[in-house]
């Protein structure tokens, strides 16, 4: 008797099995598995400071770049790279060489430092962008950091403020020669006898008068330099410019002819005149 075959070219009797055999080993009709699940990955990305101090004067400096690349899922992921570009404008154009990226396994994160050299004199926002691709969409990323260069800041504020206290102290003593040499002239004209007769200078100024304003300003200048940045006490200053005035009376006398009554009392009107400029009260007789 002929043996009848099945559509299969197997004998109509065939077990089960050999179904099974056909249909699948888990006999679920041929279906596939399932494929599995994609892994899930994210990017975060930061920019360290090296804490360089030549970079608060904007000298040359490296900022590194820290790209962490997790993976969120189950599945391991597939190897990828990291494309990274950093700039100073909103488009940045440095491009950084090509970062390999390893597979990861679930649950797991991947770290990568990447430095940047950075030029002298570059200052405000540093912006890099980049794209980790791997299976899937790429994942893109961004962050930034701001250049400041503390340094020539403060410097240049220092430099402002010392300035500035040098022009007021300048002005103070300007301004306070200023008034001795008025006191001076009160003083010469106080002094000068008009029995003495002595020739104009070129200006047509009497000699007397221009001496004694010349050496009370002189007095004056050694006052500056003495009160109040020492640790004079009012008596002592006092004392002490009594006797330089003495001293510039003696230079009056050797400059031009004096009258007797002129020479008497004239290094006390240069110390009033002096002390005057600095608040104390004339000297008494």
Same mark, same amino acid.
Do not use: C, K
């Given at each position: ?148 260069p503390w340094g020539l ?68 200048? *050694?006052?500056?330099? !003495?009160? =109040? &940045?020492?640790?004079?006490?009012? #008596?002592?200053? %006092? $004392?002490?410019?009594?006797?330089? +005035?003495?001293i510039a009376a003696d230079?009056?006398? *050797?400059?031009?002819? !004096?009258? =007797? &009554?002129?020479?008497?009392?004239? #290094?006390?009107? %240069? $110390?009033?005149?002096?002390?005057? +400029? ?8």
């Amino acid at each position: 008797m002929p043996l009848e075959l099945d559509d299969f070219g197997e004998p109509a009797d065939a077990t089960d099995e050999g179904a099974a055999t056909r249909d699948g080993a888990d006999g679920s009709g041929g279906a596939p598995p399932p494929a599995p699940a994609p892994a899930e990955l994210r990017v975060d990305a930061r920019i360290e400071d090296s804490g360089e101090w030549p970079a608060w004067f904007a000298a040359p400096s490296t900022r590194t770049v820290v790209l962490t690349v997790h993976n969120d899922g189950d599945q391991r992921s597939l190897p990828g790279i990291a494309s990274i570009a950093w700039g100073t404008g909103s488009e940045p154009t440095g491009f950084l060489p090509l970062i390999p990226i390893p597979a990861i396994e679930g649950g797991t994160s991947s770290e990568h430092r990447i430095d940047i050299d950075i030029d002298a004199f570059t200052t405000g926002r540093v912006r890099v962008q980049g794209d980790v691709l791997t299976f899937g969409e790429p994942l893109t990323f961004t962050t930034s950091t701001t250049l400041t260069p503390w340094g020539l800041i403060v410097l240049a504020v220092a430099t402002g403020l010392l300035l500035l206290a040098a022009l007021v102290r300048f002005l103070w003593r300007h301004r306070r020669t200023r008034a001795a040499l008025s006191r001076a002239e009160m003083a010469a004209h106080g002094t000068r006898p008009a029995a003495v007769v002595r020739g104009l200078t070129p200006d047509g100024e009497d000699p007397f008068e221009v001496a004694l304003r010349e050496e009370i300003a002189s007095v004056f200048n *050694q006052a500056l330099d !003495l009160y =109040p &940045t020492t640790d004079l006490d009012d #008596d002592t200053f %006092i $004392a002490l410019m009594l006797e330089l +005035s003495s001293i510039a009376a003696d230079r009056v006398e *050797q400059r031009v002819v !004096l009258d =007797p &009554t002129e020479r008497d009392g004239l #290094d006390r009107h %240069i $110390a009033d005149a002096v002390l005057d +400029s600095f608040g104390f009260v004339p000297v008494d007789a």
